[in-house]
Each structure stands twice: as C-alpha cells, then as structure tokens.
C-alpha cells in the first residue's frame, strides 16, 4: 500500500512528510493499534449478528410458541432489536466520554468485555425480556467500540491513508458477520447431540430447555480473550496523551458539540447518520423475511427457503466488502462528504429498483447485492467522522453523532415491522428507502477534509 507523494500539512497532528509511506514503514506501536482495532471490530461484527440470524427460532422459544411465523415472534424479536439499536447509540456517547477521559485504549478494553459478557450471559435468559435487557447492555459496548476503535486508529496511522483505512476496519466488520454466520452453522450441526447430552446430564425439571440456539451465544465470549493482550500492548496515543497533558484539568463536555462552530457539523452529522442507518438497519432485518415470504408464496420448503436466505445474506455482505473499497477509493479522488453523498445516491437507487415494484425471488436476488454494495458508506464514516472534532471531544462527538442514528434506526425497526401489517414488507422497505434523500442533501453541506488535509467548512 502506497501513500500519495506530495507532502502537505496535517491540522492539529503529524506533518504529513513524517508519515509513514509504506507498509514496512510503520512502527510496532501503528502495528498493534491496527490489530487492535481490526480484531475489536471484527468481534463487533460476530456479536451483533448472533442474535440476528437466529432471533425468530429463539424468541420463539423463550415465548413458548409452535412457529416462527407467529406474530407475537415479529412482534417481540422486533422490540428486542430496537432496544438493542438504542443500547448501540447510548454506548456510542457513554464511552466516547469514557475513550476522551481516560484514553483510548483503556476505553477500547472496556467496550470489548462489555459486549462480550453480555452476549455470553444470553445463553441463561429464561424469558424475551431478559434476552432485551442482555441485548441492550452487550450493545453499550459495541456502539462504544466503534467511536474508540476508530479514532485509535484516527491518531495513530498515516492520515492519507484515512480512505483504506476506512475500508478494512468496514471489512471487518463484514468479516465479522460472516463468521457469525459460520458459527451458526457449526452449532446446528452439533446441536442434537449435545441437546441429548444435556437431557440425560440434567434433572427432567430442564429437559424442556432449547440448547439450540443458546449456545450460539456463547460463541459471542470470544472477544474476551483479546483484551489482555490489548491493555499491555497496546499504548494510548501520543496526541491523546499530549492533549489532555495540556488541558489538564479543562475537559469540554458534550453540550461543547452544540456550541460555536461545532454545532454545525453535529446537527448535519446526525441526519446523515440517523436517515441513511435507518434506512440500512430496515433492510438488513426486513428483507430476510420479505425474501423468506417470497419463497413460502412460491411453495419452497423448510429447509430449501432457509438456505436461500442464508444465501442472499451471504451475498449481500460478500459483495459489501468490495463496496468498502469502492467507497475508500471514491473518497480519495472527490473527497469524504461527496464520496459519502455519492454513495447514499447509490444506495437509493438501489432500493427503488429493488423494492419499486414485485419481484420474484430471482430478481430480487440480482437487485439486493448492489445495496450491500453501497453500504460501503458506512466505512467512510470511521475515518471522516473523528477528525471533525477537537482531540478531548473527539470519541464522544465520533460517538454521538453516529450512533446517535442508532435510536432512529430503532424505531424505524419497529416502525416499519408493524406498517408490514398492513402492507407487507416490499412497501415497508420502499418507503423508507426515501430516508436517503435528507442523508444526501446533509452529507453535500458537511466540512470536508482530504486524507491528508486539515477540516474545512
């Protein structure tokens, strides 16, 4: 990987001559924040998927129902979702706070057990209210890993290469879901023989106990085992350090994000965010069940449907990785606000053609790639986001604004799962397509800042 060769400077950081221009040139310290943040946003991507893939067969349980088609399933499995979208969006501020005041790789620790812990703890819910609240407090860290995660990564490797950067910390996450995805597998694979196991191992008063899917999440306490290693290896980085030597015992506060200059940036960086993750949240938890109804109206069976919808899953998230890279190399040649407006453009045409009219399946599997595609927007925000805001404010405004989409993209869950009531969820998701539209016209009147430039209104 090469950085560009004209050297320009670097507000509020390193010259950019001084920066490493090739891979070999990095540091160890660079080295272990990039693995650091990789490993911490892949296991993002594992834990928030577990419950996704396997939230009817298990909500279901925990109800005490016969099928996943009954509506107090879509009901509940909804709710659990919005909550946990909420959770997201409060751990984005609280431990942005926590990543500005104590540092970033303590905060990175932090997030990591939190979520981790709580995902692990699924396993032992008895009803679909203790699965919420798990779900909720698992999500406080995910949403805080990701304001940490990337403005680790933000200080501490080379600034021009901010667009790949970008990309691989998305392909993480990608990466993250389709291992999900795979866990998943595995497990029903050996859930019989372990649910015979437990019946003969435990007292017939829990020989009516599901062992599948709950030992999906148990898979979710992987993420665990990384964080010693962060904390002893991985340093906090010097202009963090520099900064709040400097500031002392100053610390803005978050209503700092809603005054002077600032303000601007947050109102604008909040529609982006709110709009195009509603709109992406929408379908990636509608369109398995539209897909699905579509194939229970063209008579598939059980099995045969599910392993279509798993197949469209994989294709969508397969095919998001490339747009990662789309979306970096869009956003070095015309800049980050237009790469990202440019690829919300993309996104909504995408959805009319796919949801504008009744499709079959087929057809529905040639369109709905080409949304995972120009998902890839949401891997520019990693390293746009982050540099718009002062070094002390800058995990929690990253935070904030981002996963502050994640409370909008949570009634829209719900919101949009009961309009399928009376529709169905071709229609649901066609209307909220057009939540992309303000995302566009946002994104175009935002500051802009180059992989090597300063921020500029």
């Keep these: 990987m090469n950085a560009p060769e004209a050297p320009h400077p670097v507000a509020g950081g390193i010259p950019a001559a001084d920066e490493a221009r090739h891979l070999r040139d990095l540091s160890p310290r660079q080295w272990r924040s990039g693995i650091a943040a990789w490993l911490g946003w892949l296991f993002d991507g594992l834990d928030m998927h577990l419950y996704t893939i396997v939230a009817a067969p298990f909500v279901m349980q925990l109800l005490d129902l016969a099928a996943t088609s009954d509506p107090a399933v879509k009901e509940k499995s909804s709710w659990i979702q919005a909550a946990f979208l909420v959770g997201w969006a409060l751990g984005g501020g609280f431990f942005g706070r926590i990543g500005d005041r104590l540092g970033r790789s303590r905060a990175l620790c932090l997030t990591i057990l939190t979520y981790a812990m709580f995902t692990g703890l699924s396993c032992f819910v008895a009803n679909w209210w203790q699965l919420l609240i798990c779900r909720v407090l698992a999500a406080l860290g995910i949403g805080g890993e990701w304001a940490v995660g990337s403005t680790l990564l933000s200080e501490t490797w080379p600034r021009r290469w901010r667009p790949w950067i970008a990309a691989v910390l998305q392909t993480a996450v990608n990466i993250g879901v389709l291992a999900a995805c795979v866990a998943v597998f595995a497990i029903a694979s050996v859930a019989p023989a372990i649910q015979g196991w437990f019946d003969r191992a435990w007292p017939p008063a829990w020989g009516d106990v599901h062992v599948y899917p709950r030992l999906v999440f148990l898979v979710g306490l ?206 649901a998701l066609l209307y909220c397509s057009l939540l992309l539209v303000p995302a566009i016209l946002a994104a175009w009147r935002m500051p802009d800042h180059g992989p090597e430039h300063g921020v500029t209104p």
């Design 222 to 427: 992987l993420p665990a085992i990384i964080v010693y290693w962060i904390r002893r290896r991985v340093p906090e980085p010097e202009e963090w350090s520099a900064a709040r030597a400097s500031a002392q015992t100053a610390q803005p506060g978050i209503a700092e994000l809603f005054r002077g200059p600032v303000r601007r940036t947050t109102l604008l960086t909040i529609v982006v965010c709110a709009t195009s993750l509603t709109a992406w949240w929408a379908f990636m938890f509608w369109n398995q069940q539209h897909l699905r109804n579509l194939l229970i109206a063209e008579g598939w069976g059980d099995t045969a449907r599910e392993q279509m919808v798993s197949a469209a899953f994989f294709l969508v998230i397969g095919v998001s990785v490339l747009g990662n890279f789309f979306a970096g190399w869009l956003a070095g040649r015309l800049g980050y606000r237009r790469a990202i407006a440019l690829m919300c453009l993309g996104s909504l045409l995408a959805m009319l053609g796919t949801f504008g009219i009744p499709r079959d399946h087929t057809s529905l599997l040639f369109w709905i790639p080409w949304i995972g595609f120009f998902s890839g927007v949401f891997g520019l925000f990693t390293m746009y986001l982050p540099p718009l805001f002062p070094t002390l404010l800058r995990t929690t405004g990253a935070g904030f604004c981002y996963n502050i989409g994640r409370i909008a993209a949570a009634f829209g869950t719900v919101l949009f799962g009961l309009f399928s009531q009376v529709g169905d969820f071709r229609l």
